[in-house]
Structures are given as structure tokens and as C-alpha cells.
């Protein structure tokens, strides 16, 4: 990984935070297009392609591929926790039955999308196109914020359509894993030189120690915050701003805890997240979801500008016309198809514009981009790191793009139905 300069990494990333964070709010409402958006064109301009300024290869360095995977798994952590205080108290316990839809068929037909995608438009051994249509499975919390957050999305949105993509968005992250794994198993078992695992480690690994232990640990972690957040809220000389913080500490704290025992510490800052945010009184909630957007500004538009630094133009422009092809396939039909093949089973997705809505925006971002990079240094497929990155660019400019537009659309649609 080639930074000429850190310091002018530093420096670019803090003030393009800064005039984001001092136009709060405009870019979506009034350029239309989102934040991460804007921050992976400012990676553009600084990377090899215009000024090069910045010069990073996470498809070929194995170094960069480590760093991309470490502050890719810290944002998604301090994100999947965010998304999960944002939700109202109890929302988790009223819609299981259909947040249950998304997470199981919903996750099974995005995979099966994905693979059909890769394995026609790519022309990719059968076991590695299944690995990517597992890695481009999870949604995207960062590149979803746009339109569950802010006074854009709660005007225009309806609440539990906000709600249930920013549930799913955080939770399928960390669910996504065994679906990776089940590929990666098979292929470090079937290609020579490679070591392979069996179907009893997978059970082992994947399910009992880091999904078993993300959830009883990240439900532990969140109650223990909890219960200090309310003994630190019956002290009047307690300050608020000290209390609030205590998510960013959570999410730090429960990722560092569960990656040393081997556990998912994404799904398990969100378990925590859920459980912690059963402690919110009401006067916190408000204050507590303009921290978390604060604080997952901080730390996930970061990753957008890494991202359009770090874009591997040369290995894009090899791909030739599949690319684009790649392209347009993933964002049709990887997620919309089965949205609306399953809306009428999710309570918030009966009416067709909700159905067209949640199945649009179920973008392709830093999940997919970690996943990535942990199993190209695991199984050294050179191919995974061009067609995901491909894929998470081609989100960010459809999704950035378009989010404010059907957002509008949807709540003055929604205007109409009311006044007839």
C-alpha cells in the first residue's frame, strides 16, 4: 500500500467530513446524491486515475488487503450498531415473523441471484461464482443510511419500511458469514494446495463458536451497558453527552471481545446494539439516533473515499464487456426479483411501492468489501477483488443516485393515497 503522503490522507478525509458534516444534511436534499457517493468521487480525484495522490491496491498487496479488512470489520461493527439503536424499543420483537423472511429466504434467493449472475456473466468455476453470489448477499448499512436516516427519509418514508431496511441492513451482515463459508470450505477442500475443511468444521466454526458466540456475548455486552446506562441515568450529576458515548465504547468493545475468542463481532455489536437499545428511556432516543448517525459518519464515509481510491480501473477495464453486463444483471436481479416475489410475507412491504422501494435499495458495501478481502487471502482467487469491488462501485453510483429521487417519489406518492 503506496500513501505519499499520510498526512494529506488525513487531511483530505477530515475535510471532506467537515463540509459534510457542516452542510448536514444538503447534499442529499439539495445536489441529490448521497454522502458515500460524494466521498467515493472524492477518492476518484485524489487516487492513480486523476491526481494520484493516493495509491491503494487491495487486489494485489497483501498488506492493503489486510488494512482494507481490519477498518472494513471496525466500520461495520460501529455501523451494525448504530442501525440497531436506531430502531424504536421493541420493533425486533413485533416483526420477527417478517424480519425472519428477509433473513432466511430472502438471504437464501439473494445468494442464488448472485451466483446465477456471476456464473453467466463471468464465465467463473461453478464453486467461485457461489462465493461471490455469498459475499454480494449481506445489504449495506453505510449506503442504506441515506434513506432510513435524516429529516429527508423520516418525511417522506414510512417507519417501518425505514425500520425494517435498516434491521436488515445490520443483521444480515454478520448472518452472511455462513454463507460464505459453505463456498470457501468447499473450494479449500476440492483445489489442490489448499487446506481444506469439512462440513463438521463448518458446523463447529461457523455456527456454534462465532455465530453462538456473537449472540450470546453481544446480548451479554448489551445488557451490561444497559444496566449501567441506567444507574448512571438515576444520578442527576451524570452528564448526558458521558452516557451516549457509551455506544461507540460498545461497539469497539464487543468487536475487540469477540474477534479475540474467534466469535462474529459484526453481528455481535448489533446483538448488543438491540439489546442496549432496550435501555433508551424516551427523552435519550432522539438525541441518541442524531449521535449514532454522527458517529457512523465518522466512521463509514471513510470507507467510501478508500473505496473509490482503491478501485482497480486496469483489472475492471480487462473484464471487457462483461462488466457491465456483471453490472446491470447484479443491481436488477440479485435482490429485486425476490423482493417481490416474498413482499406480500413482510408486513411492511404488502403495498407495491414498498415492495419496489425495499427491494431497490438493498445496496452492496463495506460487507461485501470485507468478505472479499478475507477470501481472496484465504483461497488467493485473484478474481474476487476486481468483480466485488465492481459490484460495491456500481451500488454506490446507482444507489447514491438514486435515493433521493424514489424517496421523493415514495412520500408524495404516499400523499396522494392519503388524500384520495
Do not use: K
Not at 456454534?208 to 456475548?217: D, K, M, R
Not at 468493545?253 to 438491540?274: E, M, P
Not at 477470501?375 to 485473484?382: C, D, F, L, S, V
Amino acid at each position: 500500500m503506496t500513501i505519499p503522503d499520510p498526512w494529506l490522507l488525513a487531511f483530505s478525509v477530515t475535510a471532506l467530513l467537515l463540509l459534510l458534516g457542516a452542510s448536514s444534511g444538503l447534499v442529499n436534499s439539495e445536489l441529490w446524491m448521497s454522502e458515500p457517493l460524494v466521498c467515493a468521487l472524492a477518492g476518484i480525484l485524489l487516487g492513480p486515475v486523476v491526481f494520484g495522490f493516493i495509491r491503494i491496491d487491495p487486489g494485489h498487496d497483501p498488506t492493503a488487503r489486510a488494512v482494507f479488512r481490519e477498518a472494513r470489520r471496525v466500520t461495520l461493527a460501529i455501523a451494525v450498531l448504530a442501525s440497531a439503536v436506531r430502531l424504536p424499543r421493541g420493533w425486533l420483537r413485533r416483526h420477527w415473523r417478517s424480519l425472519s423472511v428477509a433473513l432466511g429466504p430472502g438471504m437464501l434467493l439473494m445468494w442464488a441471484a448472485g451466483t446465477a449472475v456471476a456464473w453467466v456473466c463471468l464465465g467463473l468455476p461453478l464453486l467461485d461464482c457461489a462465493l461471490v453470489g455469498a459475499i454480494l448477499a449481506p445489504t449495506d448499512p453505510v449506503l442504506s443510511a441515506p434513506v432510513v436516516s435524516g429529516p429527508l427519509a423520516r418525511r417522506t418514508v414510512p417507519d417501518d419500511l425505514r425500520h425494517a431496511i435498516n434491521a436488515e441492513s445490520g443483521i444480515n451482515d454478520g448472518l452472511a458469514q455462513p454463507f460464505v463459508m459453505i463456498p470457501l470450505f468447499l473450494i479449500l477442500a476440492t483445489r489442490p494446495g489448499l487446506h481444506g475443511h469439512g462440513i463438521g468444521d463448518w458446523l463447529l466454526q461457523v455456527l456454534a463458536i462465532e455465530i453462538g458466540s456473537a449472540v450470546v456475548l453481544g446480548a451479554a455486552a448489551g445488557w451490561a451497558a444497559g444496566v449501567c446506562l441506567r444507574w448512571a441515568g438515576r444520578h442527576p450529576d451524570a452528564e448526558r453527552s458521558s452516557l451516549l458515548t457509551i455506544a461507540l465504547a460498545l461497539a469497539l468493545a464487543t468487536l475487540a471481545g469477540l474477534q479475540a475468542i474467534g466469535g462474529n463481532g459484526v453481528l455481535g455489536a448489533f446483538v448488543a446494539g438491540a439489546v442496549l437499545n432496550e435501555s433508551f428511556s424516551e427523552q435519550h432516543e432522539e438525541h441518541q439516533e442524531h449521535f449514532n448517525e454522527a458517529v457512523a459518519r465518522f466512521f463509514d464515509l471513510p470507507i467510501m473515499f478508500l473505496l473509490g481510491a482503491a478501485a482497480p480501473w486496469a483489472d475492471w477495464y480487462q473484464m471487457g464487456w462483461r462488466a457491465p453486463v456483471f453490472v446491470l444483471c447484479i443491481l436488477l436481479f440479485r435482490r429485486l426479483p425476490a423482493w417481490l416475489l416474498l413482499g406480500g410475507l413482510m408486513s411492511w412491504t404488502r403495498p407495491f411501492s414498498h415492495r419496489l422501494f425495499a427491494g431497490w435499495f438493498g445496496p452492496v458495501g463495506a460487507a461485501a468489501l470485507f468478505y472479499a478481502c478475507d477470501a481472496q487471502g484465504a483461497t488467493g482467487i485473484g478474481a474476487l477483488w476486481p468483480v466485488v469491488s465492481l459490484a460495491a462501485a456500481a451500488s454506490v453510483v446507482a444507489h447514491g443516485i438514486t435515493g433521493t429521487h424514489l424517496s421523493v417519489f415514495l412520500g408524495r406518492s404516499r400523499q396522494r393515497g392519503n388524500a384520495a
